[in-house]
């Protein structure tokens, strides 16, 4: 997607243009996944993103083991509900993510990826990312560590966590509407200079997850798969 790169940056530092891009889905899923209560989704993320901004530790389980603790860094909150009115705004449609960009170091834990991942669809089985100190350092799929060796140790960092928001999405092996599915999470490895962080590397990489529980300071979010 473009809103992942230094040009998209760069015009939104001037502040003078909105930018909504369209990231890589099929052209007879648009109007489905377009056809949401913005502001409906605009509330959820507002909510969501209101009990994140509390948190001092946030804790991420699923029914396929993933059990994973971060701290979020200071502004590294952002949502896509596919709403821009001022100048300087962005997004991706279709549209339906909360953003999280995690304190670098701080995420330590299991990941069990068990819906898709960018570059390999739709998963058969479970795949298994082990995290310390921000950054995977066991991965039990060889499809995974081929996309990723070519880009180094730069393509293990945990860049950012996301939730998907969109109701009219579903896990089909497309990356995109993948990541927007509701009821869903993604974890991304790789670049995450584009929410402000410091890991420069050409390659970015989303694994979603189904049905995540979120944990705040030990209190869980309800009704994460609800608007």
């Known amino acids: ?59 991420i389980t699923s029914p396929a083991g993933t059990d994973l603790t971060f701290k979020i860094k200071e502004g590294g909150l952002f949502h896509n509900a596919g709403i821009i009115t001022k100048k300087g705004e962005f997004c991706t449609l279709p ?45 039990n799929s060889l499809q995974l560590k081929k996309i990723i060796a070519p880009h180094g140790a730069p393509a293990l960092c945990i860049a950012s966590l996301g939730m998907g928001i969109n109701p009219c999405a579903s896990i089909s092996g497309c990356p995109h ?20 962080g410091s890991n420069r590397v050409p390659c970015r990489i989303n694994c979603v997850i189904k049905n995540p529980s979120i944990y705040i300071d030990n209190y869980k979010l309800p009704g994460i798969a609800a608007l």
């Open 1 to 59: 997607s473009m809103i992942n790169t230094s040009a998209r940056l760069l015009a939104g530092r001037k502040g003078k243009t909105r930018i909504a891009g369209i990231s890589g889905i099929p052209k007879e899923r648009l109007p489905l996944l377009l056809n949401v209560d913005y502001d409906d989704m605009r509330k959820y993320a507002l909510k969501i993103s209101g009990e994140l901004a509390k948190a001092s530790v946030v804790r």
């Open 177 to 196: 509407e993948d990541i927007i599915t509701l009821g869903t999470m993604f974890i991304a490895l790789g670049d995450n200079t584009h929410m402000g």
């Open 95 to 139: 549209a339906g993510t909360v953003n999280i960009m995690p304190l670098e170091k701080s995420v330590h834990g299991s990941i069990v990826v068990d819906a898709s991942i960018e570059g390999i669809g739709l998963l058969k089985k479970p795949v298994t990312i082990k995290v310390e100190k921000g950054r995977a350092y066991e991965i």
